[in-house]
Protein backbone atom coordinates (compact mmCIF):
# COMPACT_ATOMS: atom_id res chain seq x y z
CA UNK A 1 0.00 0.00 0.00
CA UNK A 2 1.46 3.50 -1.48
CA UNK A 3 1.69 5.99 1.67
CA UNK A 4 2.24 9.49 1.50
CA UNK A 5 1.93 11.97 4.15
CA UNK A 6 2.19 15.68 3.93
CA UNK A 7 3.52 18.36 6.32
CA UNK A 8 4.04 21.81 6.32
CA UNK A 9 0.69 23.57 6.55
CA UNK A 10 -0.08 26.55 8.73
CA UNK A 11 -1.23 30.12 8.53
CA UNK A 12 0.70 32.84 7.18
CA UNK A 13 0.04 36.47 5.98
CA UNK A 14 -0.02 37.77 2.42
CA UNK A 15 3.82 37.91 0.95
CA UNK A 16 4.74 35.14 3.25
CA UNK A 17 6.75 31.02 2.80
CA UNK A 18 5.34 27.94 3.81
CA UNK A 19 7.80 24.65 2.69
CA UNK A 20 5.03 21.80 2.37
CA UNK A 21 6.58 18.18 2.84
CA UNK A 22 5.62 14.72 1.63
CA UNK A 23 6.85 11.74 3.11
CA UNK A 24 6.53 8.67 0.78
CA UNK A 25 6.83 5.14 1.49
CA UNK A 26 6.27 1.46 0.27
CA UNK A 27 7.16 1.88 -3.58
CA UNK A 28 10.06 2.78 -5.37
CA UNK A 29 9.91 6.47 -5.67
CA UNK A 30 12.26 7.23 -7.86
CA UNK A 31 9.84 5.90 -10.67
CA UNK A 32 6.79 7.72 -10.12
CA UNK A 33 5.67 11.14 -11.26
CA UNK A 34 5.21 13.72 -8.04
CA UNK A 35 2.68 16.06 -7.78
CA UNK A 36 1.24 19.15 -5.89
CA UNK A 37 -2.53 19.42 -6.34
CA UNK A 38 -4.72 21.98 -4.21
CA UNK A 39 -8.39 22.32 -3.79
CA UNK A 40 -10.38 25.41 -2.64
CA UNK A 41 -13.72 25.18 -0.96
CA UNK A 42 -16.68 25.14 -3.76
CA UNK A 43 -13.75 24.35 -6.24
CA UNK A 44 -12.17 21.83 -8.05
CA UNK A 45 -9.16 20.02 -7.36
CA UNK A 46 -6.47 21.30 -9.96
CA UNK A 47 -2.30 20.56 -10.48
CA UNK A 48 -0.04 22.98 -8.40
CA UNK A 49 3.35 21.53 -9.72
CA UNK A 50 4.23 18.64 -10.87
CA UNK A 51 7.73 16.86 -11.23
CA UNK A 52 8.48 13.46 -12.80
CA UNK A 53 11.79 11.31 -12.34
CA UNK A 54 13.58 12.47 -15.30
CA UNK A 55 11.65 15.53 -16.61
CA UNK A 56 11.43 18.99 -15.69
CA UNK A 57 8.69 20.43 -13.44
CA UNK A 58 5.67 21.70 -14.70
CA UNK A 59 3.52 24.44 -12.37
CA UNK A 60 0.47 25.90 -13.18
CA UNK A 61 0.29 29.42 -14.57
CA UNK A 62 -0.72 30.99 -11.66
CA UNK A 63 1.64 29.88 -9.27
CA UNK A 64 5.26 30.05 -11.55
CA UNK A 65 7.56 31.96 -10.39
CA UNK A 66 6.46 31.93 -7.27
CA UNK A 67 6.74 28.19 -5.92
CA UNK A 68 9.21 25.63 -6.28
CA UNK A 69 8.83 21.95 -6.58
CA UNK A 70 11.71 19.20 -5.54
CA UNK A 71 12.04 16.18 -4.70
CA UNK A 72 14.71 14.33 -3.00
CA UNK A 73 14.97 10.49 -3.91
CA UNK A 74 17.50 9.53 -1.29
CA UNK A 75 15.27 10.61 0.83
CA UNK A 76 11.76 9.43 -0.32
CA UNK A 77 10.50 13.02 0.03
CA UNK A 78 9.01 15.48 -2.00
CA UNK A 79 8.95 19.08 -1.42
CA UNK A 80 6.69 22.11 -2.42
CA UNK A 81 8.62 26.03 -1.45
CA UNK A 82 6.15 28.39 -1.73
CA UNK A 83 7.15 32.35 -1.58
CA UNK A 84 5.03 35.75 -2.19
CA UNK A 85 1.73 33.47 -0.82
CA UNK A 86 -1.59 35.37 -1.77
CA UNK A 87 -4.68 34.95 -0.81
CA UNK A 88 -6.30 33.03 -3.54
CA UNK A 89 -3.68 30.26 -2.92
CA UNK A 90 -5.18 29.69 0.14
CA UNK A 91 -6.57 25.83 0.04
CA UNK A 92 -6.11 22.17 1.13
CA UNK A 93 -2.97 21.34 -0.57
CA UNK A 94 -2.07 17.49 -1.51
CA UNK A 95 0.85 15.38 -2.49
CA UNK A 96 -0.12 12.73 -5.38
CA UNK A 97 2.01 10.02 -6.86
CA UNK A 98 1.60 8.10 -10.40
CA UNK A 99 3.54 5.23 -11.89
CA UNK A 100 4.47 6.23 -14.70
CA UNK A 101 7.18 8.33 -17.05
CA UNK A 102 4.30 10.50 -18.35
CA UNK A 103 3.48 13.29 -15.39
CA UNK A 104 0.07 15.17 -16.53
CA UNK A 105 -1.30 17.59 -14.02
CA UNK A 106 -4.76 16.57 -14.24
CA UNK A 107 -5.69 15.22 -10.91
CA UNK A 108 -7.85 12.07 -11.74
CA UNK A 109 -4.85 10.35 -13.21
CA UNK A 110 -2.85 10.05 -10.38
CA UNK A 111 -3.58 6.99 -8.23
CA UNK A 112 -2.11 7.66 -4.95
CA UNK A 113 -3.03 10.69 -2.13
CA UNK A 114 -2.05 11.58 0.90
CA UNK A 115 -4.50 13.51 3.29
CA UNK A 116 -3.81 16.93 2.59
CA UNK A 117 -2.42 20.05 4.81
CA UNK A 118 -4.27 23.12 4.84
CA UNK A 119 -2.68 26.47 3.99
CA UNK A 120 -4.64 29.54 4.80
CA UNK A 121 -2.78 33.16 3.73
CA UNK A 122 -4.48 36.37 4.82
CA UNK A 123 -4.63 39.21 3.32
Known amino acids: QVQLVESGGGSVQAGGSLRLSCAVSRFTYSYYCMGWFRQAPGKEREGVAILGSHSSPAYADSVRGRFTIARDNAQNTLFLQMNSLKAEDTAMYYC?????????????????WGQGTQVTVSS
Open 96 to 112: AARHSSYCPRTPTTYAH
